[in-house]
């Protein structure tokens, strides 16, 4: 899915009623105090030289004021005849995994069970076993065994 | 001597099966030490060189299985080397034991994702759509649509000073029309006011404070209450077809709603539900001019069809979206908790009047205001 939508039209009017959302109000403050840094800065390093150049530093700090307001009519922004026309789409996009084989690996189970009440491959985490009549070699042989995964059948 | 039992028996090294047939009874000799875990046995199977077939025994004094790991002769007989299989000695033991379960055949979670299975690097893609037109009842042509409009006017249904008209875009352009082609309907003699200075003098439009084009059918559009002229100013005019007061704030609300099924993953069903969580599933819904929104597969999972609402106020253009999704089985989508909410400007401004602004006298003003801000910094720097 590649599909991009944007303002292709130029905007040479502008003007504002109503009172900004609070998300755009506070980008809008970012906006300008970024502006207001910019002419600082900018300012700053024309002290030796300028007054006369403060054209430039509007034209250096602009950018920052149209990148961060370019962002606000992303989502959100105002109908036209364009979005209007655009299908409603839902997209898919599946990632495909190797065959699956249950049979030899199990699937996630990650609950407490009696062994007896499962059947074919069973996989433990952190499995205690103790048997009477076992060595402790063969008690820790039946832990890796059920560590690993084995067959109960 | 030890009696032992002997089977030509095929099973996993990780398994608990037993032999379920009786197997062949032999007397064997074990050497003088031995391990319990593994030991030779010496077998008087016969004294022809010919391989044994048995691979597996139990030895019903020790109470263990043990698996023939080889067979070697000797001086006319034959020698088991066998080594014990725990699984299968203590089958009743491990099966009575409770253990914390990862991973099982037989018992599962399916929403549980199985890291197991790398990504093939294969993708599959699907999706569904809905029409402008099945979505908002109107095919998306600025004659299709709905037009309003607010009027400062004598009018006791105004919100404020303002009265909200929705009408079709014939209806609106035959409104226009009438207005801008003829000053008549200011009804002041020409002996008194030329009619060039009455067009001079009176500009209409000033009392159109808001128009808007909206992707919804005007001709099955009912809300509010109809009517045929419209109040402008100090002046009514009469319109070519009805039109739509929306003399509350309440009838200017429209709300509109679709479904679409959800996509699933082509290995979702049985083990694979997993497979409908992101990574495996990425949902992208575009919704202009909502915008185009990445959709968290966990809403998505286990459900059907995504519903899409929006409402929206004919008096801003104002819209919000609002996404739910639900099991074919649910009665309704919970649109009390929406998992998505976006907001919009649905309707389409329409120019009316003479709105302008010269960015050049902006940035001109902006170079003065820097200048002074420079001129003071320097100053202050200066000081």
């Given amino acids: 899915m590649s599909r991009y939508t944007g303002l292709i039209g130029a905007d040479l009017s502008a003007y504002y009623t109503g009172e900004p959302k609070s998300g755009v109000k506070e980008m809008l403050k970012d906006t300008l105090s970024g502006i207001g840094n910019d002419i600082v800065d900018k300012g700053r390093s024309l002290l030796s030289s300028v007054v006369s150049g403060a054209s430039d530093v509007i034209n250096a700090a602009l950018p920052t004021a149209t990148a961060a307001l370019a962002q606000l009519s992303y989502s959100g922004s105002v109908g036209n005849f364009t979005s209007a026309q655009e299908d409603v789409q839902l997209t898919a996009k599946f990632q495909l995994i190797s065959e699956m084989t249950p049979e030899k690996r199990g699937s996630p189970c990650y609950r407490n069970l009696v062994i007896n009440t499962l059947s074919g491959f069973v996989m433990c985490e952190n499995p205690t076993f103790r048997a009477t009549s076992a060595t402790s070699i063969e008690e820790s042989a039946v832990e890796a065994f059920m560590s690993g995964g084995f067959y109960y059948e | 001597m030890i009696q032992v039992t002997l089977w030509a028996f095929d099973k996993r090294r990780n398994s608990t099966k037993q032999p379920s047939t009786a197997g062949t009874v032999f007397e064997g000799e074990l050497k003088s030490a031995f391990s319990i875990s593994g030991f030779e046995l010496k077998l008087n199977l ?134 801008l082609s003829s000053i008549a309907w200011a009804n002041i003699s020409t002996t008194e006011i030329s009619e060039e200075l009455q067009k001079a003098l009176i500009n209409p439009t000033q009392y159109i404070t808001f128009c808007k084009w909206f992707p919804i059918d005007a001709g099955s559009f009912t809300q509010g209450t109809a009517t045929s002229s419209l109040a402008l100013g100090w002046w009514t005019f009469s319109l070519s077809g009805n039109a739509r007061v929306l003399n509350t704030v309440g009838s200017a609300w429209v709300l509109r709603s679709n479904e679409m099924d959800i996509p699933k993953h082509p290995q979702h069903i049985g083990r694979g539900l997993f497979t409908e969580f992101s990574p495996y599933s990425t949902y992208m819904l575009k919704f202009l001019p909502f915008g185009v929104f990445e959709i968290d597969s966990t809403e998505l999972a286990e459900k059907d069809t995504l519903g899409i609402q929006v409402s929206c106020n004919l008096m801003t253009g104002d819209a919000v979206l609002h996404l739910s999704a639900k099991k074919i089985t649910d009665a309704s989508y919970n649109w009390a908790s929406p998992f998505l909410v976006a907001e919009a400007q649905i309707g389409v401004p329409l120019p009316i009047g003479q709105v302008s602004a010269n960015m050049g006298n902006f940035k001109n003003a902006l170079i003065a205001g820097a200048v002074s801000g420079v001129d003071a910094i320097a100053s202050k720097f200066a000081g």
Avoid: C, H
């Fill in chain 2, 46 to 179: 016969t004294n022809q060189l010919i391989a044994p077939i048995y691979n597996y025994a139990y030895v019903e004094s020790f109470r263990r299985y043990y698996f023939i790991t080889d067979w070697y002769y000797d001086s006319g007989f034959w020698y088991a080397v066998l080594a014990v299989d725990v699984l299968a000695s203590y089958k009743t033991e491990i099966g009575g034991s409770t253990q914390f379960i990862s991973r099982a055949y037989s018992n599962y979670n399916p929403l549980i994702i199985d890291a197991s299975y790398p990504t093939t690097g294969e993708v599959s893609r699907s999706g569904d759509f809905i029409t402008p037109a099945s979505f908002w009842g109107a095919n998306p042509t600025e004659a299709n649509g709905l037009i309003v409009i607010g009027v400062v006017g004598a009018s006791a249904s105004g919100i404020g000073a303002v009265t909200y008209y929705a009408m079709s875009m014939s209806v609106f352009n035959a409104f226009m029309n009438s207005m």
